[in-house]
């Protein structure tokens, strides 16, 4: 987790929760009593009953809010917990990060009574309806192919889920990767794309290109010409998913 050692300096300012997305995540968490969070970050989206946050970033870590529920340091793989410790556990965009899937997985499990919520993305989805990777930037899509989960095998892994799709509301207030898929502009930013592992890990050089030529459309109308349709839009399925499961 190396990375989120320097990606994560700038989730404080790039990465807060967004209150329509929250709403579907605690929706999906129920009338869970307790809940762990895993993978945790700087705490966004955690309910007021989390009872722990798991995190192995200790730049992120430092970064959670005052008064938000105890934080340790630790992975997925290896859940300082014992069993059935929380009513819910959810982790949310981070099992793509996780050196062993399947182990975090049995974790999740082993550690929640009830219910396991996990956001992630379908890859496919993505490839297909998110304009930055499928038009400007292949090496970042590339990329993605290497580390994005199945959801279908992340569901079998979870022992069968659910799959609910999250749209990204236009104005999304958290900036991951296709958080601005109306606002073409930010991805131009550096600190935007500071705060996403894609673009991040994928490597300033490898995706210059590809910003040059969004820079171009957009300056000549070219983008707007082409994505027209986006801009009457007030949400996008962009192939994020919560996958659901009961214990």
Avoid at 167 to 190: E, I, K, N, S, T
Wanted: charged content about 25%; aromatic content about 6%; proline content about 6%.
């Amino acid at each position: 987790m190396a990375i989120y050692d320097t990606l994560g300096a700038t989730y404080g300012r790039t990465r807060r929760p967004d209150s329509r997305i929250a709403a579907q995540i605690h929706a999906a968490l129920g009338d869970a009593a307790s809940v762990v969070n895993v993978g945790a970050g700087t705490g966004s989206y955690e309910p007021p009953r989390t009872v722990l946050a798991v995190e192995p970033s200790q730049v992120m870590l430092a970064q959670r809010p005052p008064r938000s529920a105890p934080a340790v340091r630790a992975v997925a793989e290896r859940l300082p917990l014992g069993d059935d410790a929380a009513d819910a556990v959810m982790a949310l965009l981070t099992v793509h990060h996780w050196t062993d899937l399947a182990a975090g997985i049995a974790e999740l499990r082993r550690v929640a009574r009830r219910r396991v919520v996990v956001l992630t993305w379908d890859q496919r989805i993505f490839r297909e309806r998110f304009w930055l990777v499928r038009d400007y930037l292949p090496q970042a899509a590339a990329f993605d192919d290497t580390r994005a989960i199945p959801t279908d095998r992340l569901a079998a892994l979870l022992g069968g889920a659910r799959q609910e799709p999250v749209h990204v509301p236009h104005d999304c207030a958290d900036g991951f990767g296709a958080a601005y898929w109306r606002r073409p502009h930010a991805y131009l930013d550096p600190r935007v794309r500071a705060g996403i592992s894609l673009f991040a890990q994928t490597g300033e050089d490898a995706i210059a290109p590809g910003l040059a030529a969004l820079t171009a459309d957009l300056e000549t109308g070219r983008w707007h010409h082409r994505h027209a349709d986006l801009l009457a839009r007030d949400s996008l399925d962009v192939g994020y998913r919560l996958l659901v499961t009961d214990s």
